[in-house]
């Protein structure tokens, strides 16, 4: 199973090259794909914050 860390690698890869390759093709202006790419963008900023807000929580408990 793969580590949280590397999926969100993998995610923030993906949504680069969606960026770079819409961006070559220059469909970067259309509305469906900027939401697309924002929306995605989005969603791995989400999972980072709880992501972060998990690991905080997990160090403050004692062992």
């Keep these: 199973m793969p580590h949280k860390n590397t999926i969100t690698l993998v995610f923030s890869g993906l949504i680069f090259a969606g960026f770079f390759v819409s961006g070559v093709l220059d469909i970067l202006d259309y509305f469906i794909v900027k ?4 929306s995605a963008f989005a969603f791995l ?18 062992k």
């Design 45 to 62: 900023a989400v999972h980072l914050i709880l992501i972060v807000l998990k690991d905080s929580e997990n160090k403050n408990h004692l």
């Design 35 to 38: 939401a697309i790419l924002f």
